[in-house]
């Protein structure tokens, strides 16, 4: 058990934003209010699956609503404690350790401020290993851990709790009641015992992520130092180096839809890749052909500040170094596919898992990372 | 015929000219002094001077003004405020300011206070305002001898009257408050309104005396017309409005430049490149207007959400060192800034700036020619090949697309860029007065009013909630200055909310019309003496307090 201070919550938000592929929201309010808890009510605490009973109850706290609406209201204090004290009581069991949906963006800071709050550990470990638009895209559905029961609750006291029969009919609900509670409520679900989950979940995430946020602070400043430092640490390969020629992107209320273009620079002069968004950098291609594709992890460093950019701030003439991050072998397995797969996201094309494409395999044996 | 005059006040020059409708009849360039109010009447006495006219035939003055920008950088005349939220039970998990840098909170001696109050993004109640917690806090406020309160009110964009009302009660229980609504600072992002509003309520005092000084020392001079305060989007606010809301202008300077260079060009589609003595700004033009940053925009270190224009900048300017190191020559980013006149070499000084080897590879006739003529050629080549490289780049980034547009050249230090080494654009055009670009943007008359709201679609129709939003921004480019018979929609943008589609709509609509001139009379009911009285004593001293 490891407590953290605010320097190593704030490493974890920069470094997540590496895992999130340019998707995940904006990790600012969370971090802003997983530091302020801190501040309150002390650091939260680090634990593992393997320190705890077999039969300890765990569960994933979330925010559900409309991004324009966290904008204004910020479910991050009470509400989340208000959603986790009703669980609690649903299941006539404590919960014993908060685990993060996932690891990008606003879910992953989220459950270290309410561990803060509630003096309850947060897992080190996460259920997607990256982040993806829709809270059923996580290994625990590839398990068939139900989001059921799953509490909504808003800052009045208020709470719904939402038994249904799949996971579809908990988001559909879920997402209803959330709207009378200001389109910004907390939540709280996926809730199992530490046996159902100790092979679903990917362990040491948030200590992986907190380390690529370390050493992207201390390389600030140097742009190819801190992308040779992501590079190393999450085993990425280098995809392309290009600049940004057009960018058909539309945002409709922190929705990101959109492909764009890039022309190669340097070593990649004369090539061009294509990269579509669904939220998160979802297809490379180069040349027409597939090199990288979700569940795999595509993400963006800037090149002339080393640092991922989000799908949002993506703008003409920008250059970029793009990165492909293998994800778990999970997501590899027929199930995992169907859950978070091209198929699952409207394409027709064949998954091919990172290490397996021509691109990778001529980089890698060109001796580039 | 009608003059006015339009002064752009750098940190080192004050810039001015004088026009007649587009017709630019003088132009000067004046030192920067202490008080902006004499350095001005510097100014206009020049430009009155060059053309023999008297301050009779002058009928309005425009002002872009940095000094907002600087008091907040460096944390100087700011005044304390209170900070009043109104979100209770709601939003307790980020405190207010709780990431501004310490040095800038201690500067405004920040309080805060959260209350019940604010409103969901369908116009229900969180929770009902509870006066007796509002007056509480004005005793509070009272008590410390704060006089500047900003007051913030979840989703206040979509409800204003619930920070209206917070006003009331507040000013009532502690009479003679300077009070700042964040529905008239921001748009959505309470954090971000709530910020920009803070820091607003900070400089009213200081505004107050500012304006108070310029308009007491124009009217000295004989000029007895209505002055005007350039404002972030490139349009200007009558100088009653701009007391209220002096954080409207700390984005003014380059915007200024920017419309100042579509003017003088005639184009309102292109690039356009300021390069200054230090640094060089670029950003892109669309309907003559500087295009909106997509991003939340840092002000003296604090994130704010208004409007800002896109510009992007970088450490090269006409006054930039040159150096030899071992990875080749470098340009910048220390320059010699306002002192290139006396020691670059081409004006006798020994140290080797952008603009020596400028004129030495042929780009430019200063100065003395000879002196440069020992410059090694290849020192010279590296030097222009590398700021012709960083100039492309972030032209490229400026750009909203890969088409090829016209760029503008303005500022003094344009003689650096050579035009055929630009890329991708279909001309180069320095306008003549390029160096006043500035001052020319300023005396732009035009006013505008905005409008970004959620509308609930369960009581009003569509095109109900539209043209409620179109009556509103026009009211509010009225009262910004504009004659309401020239009052055009310039931008109606209706988004569905994600997730809320049918049940709500987010509508941004922005009006703009032209200045009237007669409309304002700055002596009516605007008494520099009355203001001086009712602003207080500027205090610069935090440690008396």
């Not at chain 2, 003059?3 to 080192?12: A, F, K, L, N, P």
């Not at chain 2, 230090?278 to 002000?299: I, Q």
């Not at chain 2, 090269?316 to 150096?323: E, K, N, Q």
């Not at chain 2, 009003?460 to 179109?470: F, I, P």
């Amino acid at each position: 058990m490891s407590y953290l201070d605010t320097t190593a919550l704030r490493d974890i938000a920069r470094g997540s934003s590496v895992l999130a592929g340019g998707g995940g929201g904006d990790p600012f309010r969370g971090t802003l209010s997983a530091v302020e808890m801190t501040r309150q009510y002390g650091p939260p605490r680090l634990t593992t699956l393997w320190d705890l009973p077999d039969d300890a109850v765990v569960a994933c706290p979330f925010i559900i609503g409309a991004p324009l609406a966290f904008l204004e209201k910020f479910p991050f204090g009470d509400e989340l404690a208000v959603a986790a004290r009703e669980l609690q009581r649903v299941l006539g069991a404590p919960i014993a350790a908060l685990l993060p949906a996932e690891i990008g963006g606003i879910n992953s800071t989220l459950p270290l401020a309410l561990g803060a709050r509630m003096n309850i550990p947060v897992i080190d470990a996460d259920t997607m290993g990256r982040a993806y638009p829709e809270m059923d895209m996580t290994l625990l559905n590839v398990e068939g851990i139900p989001a059921a029961p799953t509490v909504v609750a808003d800052e009045h006291g208020n709470s719904v709790v939402v038994h249904a029969t799949n996971n579809v009919w908990t988001e559909t609900l879920a997402r209803t009641v959330s709207v009378k509670f200001g389109a910004a409520a907390a939540g709280i679900g996926y809730s199992a015992t530490v046996a159902r989950l100790r092979h679903a979940v990917i362990e040491g995430s948030l200590s992986h992520v907190r380390s690529i946020g370390q050493a992207m602070r201390e390389a600030a400043g140097d742009p190819q130092r801190v992308i040779g430092a992501v590079s190393r640490l999450t085993d990425a390969v280098e995809l392309f180096r290009g600049k940004i020629i057009s960018l058909d992107r539309e945002i409709i209320d922190g929705f990101v839809r959109g492909t764009f273009l890039l022309e190669g620079i340097g070593a990649d002069t004369g090539s061009q890749m294509t990269i579509d968004i669904q939220n998160e950098y979802l297809v490379a291609r180069l040349g027409g052909e597939v090199v990288a594709s979700a569940p795999d992890i595509i993400t963006v460093m800037d090149a002339a500040s080393g640092l991922p950019l989000t799908t949002e701030s993506l703008r003409y003439g920008y250059r970029l170094v793009v990165l492909g991050i293998a994800c778990d072998e999970r997501w590899r397995t027929e199930t995992g596919l169907a859950v978070g797969g091209p198929a699952r996201l409207g394409y027709d094309f064949p998954y091919v898992p990172l290490e397996d494409s021509p691109r990778t395999i001529a980089r890698r044996s060109a001796g580039a990372p | 015929m009608a003059i006015r005059i339009g002064i752009d006040v750098g940190g080192t020059n004050t810039d001015a000219v004088m026009m007649s409708d587009s017709e630019i009849l003088a132009w000067v360039k004046v030192p920067t002094t202490a008080d902006v109010g004499s350095g001005a009447i510097d100014a206009v006495a020049e430009l009155l001077n060059q053309t023999g006219d008297s301050p009779q035939s002058v009928s309005a003055v425009m002002i872009g003004t940095t000094q907002f920008t600087n008091a907040l950088i460096e944390r100087r005349s700011l005044e304390r405020v209170a900070a009043v939220r109104l979100s209770l039970p709601a939003n307790t998990s980020i405190p207010i300011a709780c990431d501004w840098p310490d040095e800038l909170r201690d500067a405004v001696g920040l309080r805060t206070y959260l209350a019940h109050g604010g409103s969901e993004f369908d116009g229900r109640d969180i929770s009902p305002i509870n006066e007796r917690e509002l007056i509480e806090i004005a005793d509070d406020v009272k008590s410390e001898g704060i006089v500047a309160v900003a007051i913030s009110s979840v989703f206040s964009p979509v409800s204003p009257k619930v920070e209206g009302r917070a006003a009331e009660i507040i000013q009532s229980a502690a009479p003679g408050l300077s009070v700042t609504l964040s529905h008239e600072i921001g748009r959505l992002g309470l954090l971000e309104r709530e910020n920009a509003s803070i820091l607003n309520a900070s400089l009213t005092t200081l505004a107050r005396h500012s304006f108070a000084n310029i308009s007491s020392a124009l009217t000295a001079f004989g000029l007895n017309v209505p002055v005007f305060i350039s404002q972030n989007d490139g349009t200007v606010m009558s100088v009653e409005f701009a007391r209220r809301y002096p954080i409207r202008t700390v984005a003014s300077g380059p915007t200024n430049s920017m419309r100042g260079a579509a003017f003088l060009s005639g184009l309102d589609r292109c690039l356009v490149l300021d390069v200054g003595g230090t640094t060089t700004d670029v950003g892109a033009l669309s309907n003559g207007f500087p295009r909106e940053s997509p991003a939340e925009v840092e002000v003296a270190g604090v994130r704010t959400n208004f409007r800002m224009p896109d510009v992007l900048s970088i450490a090269v300017g006409g006054g930039s060192l040159i150096r030899r190191t071992p990875k080749g020559v470098t340009v910048g980013p220390e320059s010699v800034g306002y002192e290139i006149v006396s020691k670059a070499h081409v004006f006798g000084g020994s140290v080797t700036t952008a603009t020596d080897v400028a004129v030495a590879a042929g780009l430019g006739d200063l100065g003395d020619k000879t002196a440069v003529a020992g410059l090694e050629p290849e020192l010279v080549r590296q030097a222009v090949d590398g700021w012709h490289e960083d100039v492309n780049r972030v032209l490229d980034t400026a750009r909203p697309s890969g088409e090829p547009i016209p760029l503008v050249l303005v500022g003094g230090g344009s003689l650096l860029v050579d035009s055929d080494r630009i890329d991708n654009v279909t001309e180069t055009v320095r306008p003549r007065y390029y160096q006043v670009a500035n001052a020319v943007g300023a005396a732009i008359p035009q006013a505008s009013g905005e409008v970004d709201k959620i509308l609930s679609l369960e009581t009003l129709t569509k095109e109900q909630a539209v043209s409620q939003c179109r009556v509103e921004a026009i009211d509010k480019a009225v009262a910004a200055g504009a004659d309401p018979d020239t009052v055009e929609i310039v931008e109606l943008e209706t988004v569905p909310v994600a997730y809320f589609a049918g049940v709500a709509i987010r509508v941004r609509v922005r009006a703009i019309g032209n200045v009237s001139f007669n409309r304002f009379d700055l002596m009516a009911g605007l008494d520099p003496v009355e203001w001086d009285r009712a602003a207080g004593p500027l205090n610069d001293d935090r440690s008396t307090r």
